[in-house]
Nanobody
Framework: VQLQASGGGVVQAGGSLRLSCVGS????????MGWFRQAPGKERELVAA????????HYADSVKGRFTISRDNARNTVALQMNSLKSEDTAVYFC????????????????????WGQGTLVTVSS
């Protein structure tokens, strides 16, 4: 599946952004999805993940209570709503997909994901 992420930009600390990722294939709903980010000089890290049926989600401790992941399988999209942004949220954000049979599993390791979007830059100014 090809993934196209969008929605990044420059925002002041305390502000909000909504990232969106669109998948190209009809079997988008066969994929567990995740958002990852990579800041300059740092390793890529999981931000949030969601199961195929949206029943289960997982968040990095650093974003719990501020970010929300959601998906719309009818539109082949997964979104990341980011509120109360901090300067340390500055990074390139990537969406990723993992083909899975089970509908309720979430996946938190980047190496598990087979498909990646191109990344969208989020810059939070303080």
């Amino acid at each position: 599946v090809q993934l196209q992420a969008s929605g990044g930009g420059v925002v002041q600390a305390g502000g909000s952004l909504r990232l969106s990722c669109v998948g190209s294939r009809r079997d988008f709903n066969m994929n567990a999805m995740g958002w990852f980010r990579q800041a300059p000089g740092k390793e890529r890290e999981l931000v949030a993940a969601i199961s195929r049926n949206s029943y289960n989600t997982h968040y990095a401790d650093s974003v719990k209570g501020r970010f929300t992941i959601s998906r719309d399988n009818a539109r082949n999209t997964v979104a990341l709503q980011m509120n109360s942004l901090k300067s340390e949220d500055t990074a390139v954000y990537f969406c990723a997909a993992k083909y899975v049979r089970r509908m309720e599993t979430v996946h938190v390791t980047s190496s598990e994901y087979q498909y990646w979007g191109q990344g969208t830059l989020v810059t939070v100014s303080s």
